[in-house]
């Protein structure tokens, strides 16, 4: 409401999917403009629009941004205790591929405007493992970015 009122001239954090499905129409209408995206990887839909770890200027700088952003590649994900026998693992994650490419899902998810773009399991443990990797003074300068 502050934007349509001009009280002020932006706004941060908002998932993309979340954006057409409040405003749609200020985006079809030139009124609102994604800058800049904050993620590791581009959406499809915003090919042209950068990701903030584009505008760093060291590699410890852009290291530090992919280990904040690392939390949105994952969204809300599913977790097994330690110790899951790996063949466990493998049937879990078949079942949440499977589930996540239901057509019924699917047709649901798009009927009310959700986004239904899943990560795989072995995805996630990727970047679990990669943050959980990240150096002492590259994680002190993600927090120094986030203050």
Same mark, same amino acid.
């Given at each position: 409401?502050?934007?349509?009122?001009?009280?002020? @001239?932006?706004?941060?954090?908002?998932?993309?999917?979340?954006?057409? @499905?409040?405003?749609?129409?200020?985006?079809?209408?030139?009124?609102?403009?994604?800058?800049?995206?904050?993620? $590791?990887?581009?959406?499809?839909?915003?090919?042209?629009?950068?990701? @903030?770890?584009?505008?760093?200027?060291?590699?410890? #700088?852009?290291?530090? &941004?992919? $280990?904040?952003?690392?939390?949105?590649?994952?969204?809300?994900?599913?977790?097994?205790?330690?110790?899951?026998?790996?063949?466990?693992?493998?049937?879990?994650?078949?079942?949440?591929?499977?589930?996540?490419?239901?057509?019924? $899902? $699917?047709? @649901?998810?798009?009927?009310?405007? &959700?986004? &239904?773009?899943?990560?795989?399991?072995?995805?996630?443990?990727?970047?679990?493992?990669?943050?959980?990797?990240?150096?002492?003074?590259?994680?002190?300068?993600?927090?120094?970015? &986030? #203050?």
């Amino acid at each position: 409401m502050a934007m349509e009122r001009g009280e002020v @001239a932006g706004r941060c954090g908002w998932s993309w999917s979340s954006l057409q @499905a409040l405003h749609a129409d200020m985006i079809s209408n030139g009124k609102m403009r994604v800058l800049v995206q904050l993620g $590791l990887t581009k959406h499809p839909d915003l090919p042209n629009v950068p990701l @903030a770890q584009d505008f760093a200027k060291t590699d410890d #700088q852009r290291s530090a &941004l992919e $280990l904040i952003f690392a939390r949105q590649a994952m969204a809300w994900p599913f977790a097994a205790p330690a110790g899951v026998p790996k063949a466990r693992v493998d049937e879990l994650r078949k079942a949440f591929s499977s589930a996540t490419a239901d057509p019924e $899902l $699917l047709a @649901a998810a798009q009927k009310s405007g &959700l986004e &239904l773009r899943p990560v795989s399991g072995a995805d996630v443990e990727k970047i679990v493992d990669k943050a959980y990797r990240t150096p002492a003074p590259l994680v002190k300068l993600a927090s120094e970015l &986030l #203050q």
